[in-house]
């Protein structure tokens, strides 16, 4: 990975659309090269795939709520993050330390809406049982850096 690669990476991520000559423009190169590059990036697995960022807030999505999630057995996380991707009202999924083995924070438009999401989320596979907490009011709301 070189400069370039970073320049490649740096513009995917603030547009995943981003054209061929968008790219090479960023990284200085011709658009064919900025396509070769793009693909290696994407062949050695630097970038493992593009992506649409959802503004929540335009869909209405007002509703969030943090869930617990216990699994059945012992699933790797990687088993645990393809049965959540699939869900667009989890927005975020970390595991966690305790007795719970990962946390999901949710999105949705209203309570009927959260609950049909977190009904596909005890449909999982490796999902056993969910604890969940709707959130009130947002205290604190800091960006991350």
């Known amino acids: 990975m070189d400069t370039i690669d970073?320049?490649?990476?740096?513009?995917?991520?603030?547009?995943?659309?981003?054209?061929?000559?968008?790219?090479?423009?960023?990284?200085?190169?011709?658009?064919?090269?900025?396509?070769?590059?793009?693909?290696?990036?994407?062949?050695?697995?630097?970038?493992r795939g593009f992506t649409a960022l959802i503004d929540t807030r335009a869909l209405g999505w007002r509703t969030e709520a943090y869930v617990e999630v216990y699994c059945k057995g012992n699933p790797s996380p990687a088993e645990l993050q393809r049965d959540l991707e699939g869900i667009p009202e989890v927005v975020e999924a970390c595991t966690v330390s305790g007795a719970a083995d990962a946390v999901?924070?949710?999105?949705?438009?209203?309570?009927?809406?959260?609950e049909q999401a977190i009904q596909r989320v005890r449909e999982a596979p490796v999902i056993d049982r969910t604890e969940s907490v709707i959130v009130l009011s947002r205290l604190l709301d800091r960006p991350r850096l």
């Open 104 to 114: 999901v924070h949710m999105l949705a438009k209203d309570i009927a809406h959260l």
């Open 6 to 47: 970073e320049e490649i990476i740096r513009c995917v991520l603030r547009n995943a659309r981003s054209t061929y000559a968008e790219i090479g423009e960023a990284a200085g190169l011709s658009a064919p090269a900025a396509k070769r590059r793009l693909d290696r990036l994407v062949a050695t697995g630097a970038i």
